[in-house]
């Protein structure tokens, strides 16, 4: 079964050069996608790991405090993908508004992401639709501040982009003319809607975010908001109740297959060879952030039994222990508010603590010191590591 290109070339001049402007075809595939065989079954497999991890906020005894971070962590990958050389402890540092140092553009633009992510989301459960018109909700506040600002937040283009190259006309892949950008983005939206086609949900998610990676319909911030948009997506269909999953790392750690494979879509109308990529990565994910979490309650219940060797300082040191949880990366006043405990037991309880080897110094000052909750951290941080 052949499907051929999936769209047509339109030529266009831009700056007074020729160039051929890809459009996509609306969506769904035609002739019709083919999930059967190994498909069907990547399919099966991804949507059992994703119903693992939709089960995983009831087993974890503080899930809001998994998905705090672990929508920091996303944010971070997402936003490297695109370049940034941000770290998770600069971004926990930069939320907690009394630590040190001034945020850097890079903390700032994933930042952003938390908040358009936190943003989007919030809508949904106002049961706001999943539209063009939330999409550029989003994309506003993905680009309220830093790098991007000035790229026309929450607005469809109306100049040509490019992808590769220096210009259009030596671009390794151009998006359609800005003409065509309305047209493209309301197909995509109809496609969003129209559950009665038959696709199940993780086929859609799929398909719906390489079409929005090929209209690339904004100036700046389009691999991030269509990550977003598989978010969105799979929460707004019911898959997850809570935002889960994502496959910045996925994406990251297999990006040159990834941009071929969309490529080929495009080329070849290879949507099988795609969704079989994007399923595989649902699963990996999936599992991958189930294990995470197993981790992280084994390694505080760990914890909390060291700490319960404490003696007489054991209940201060839960305490202080509680507070670390919450925040990685602290300080001693905050942890006084947080915990109702006194400068001096906090300071004693702290320094038992790094002897215990589970809390770290990172200021090397004598005062407005901050403590790191290291093996926590570096659970997080796993995948971040600049490449």
Known sequence: MRREATGEYQVTWVEGEA???????????DPPLVLDGPLQQSLEAA???????????????????????????????????????????????????????????DVIEVSNYVAALEHGLE????DFPLSN????????????????????PGEFRRSQNWIGGTRPGNAVFVPPPPSQVEECMGALERFLHDTGDGLPLLARAGLAHAQFETIHPFLDGNGRAGRLLITFL??????????????????KQNRSTYYELLDE?????????????????????????????????RMFAEDREHIGRAGRRTGSALRVH?????????????????????????????KLLVEMGLAEEITGRPRNRFFAYTQYLSILNEGTEPE
Request: glycine residues 6%.
């Open 322 to 350: 509680q507070a670390l949880t919450e925040y990685p990366i602290i300080s001693i006043p905050i942890i006084c508010e947080r915990t109702g405990l006194s400068f001096p037991s906090v300071s004693s309880t702290m």
């Open 265 to 297: 879509t495009r080329l070849s109308g290879d949507w099988e060879k795609w969704l079989a990529f994007f399923f595989e990565g649902v699963r990996t994910t999936a599992e991958g952030a189930v294990s995470t979490a197993q981790r992280l309650t």
């Open 47 to 105: 949507l059992l790991a994703l119903g693992r991890l939709d089960s995983l906020s009831v087993l974890l005894p503080d899930p809001d405090l998994f998905i705090y971070h672990y929508v920091r962590k996303e944010a971070l990958l997402s936003s490297q993908i695109e370049g940034t050389q941000s770290s998770l402890s600069e971004l926990l540092s930069f939320e907690f508004k009394r630590a040190p140092g001034a945020p850097t553009i």
């Open 133 to 152: 018109r939330l999409i550029r909700d989003i994309h506003g506040v993905l680009l309220s501040r830093g790098r991007g600002s000035d790229k026309s």
């Open 19 to 29: 160039v051929r402007a890809f459009i996509p075809a609306p969506l769904p595939p």
């Open 123 to 126: 809508r949904l459960r106002e």
């Open 234 to 251: 799979l929460h707004h269909g019911g898959a997850l109740h809570d935002p889960l999953l994502y496959l910045s790392l996925y994406l």
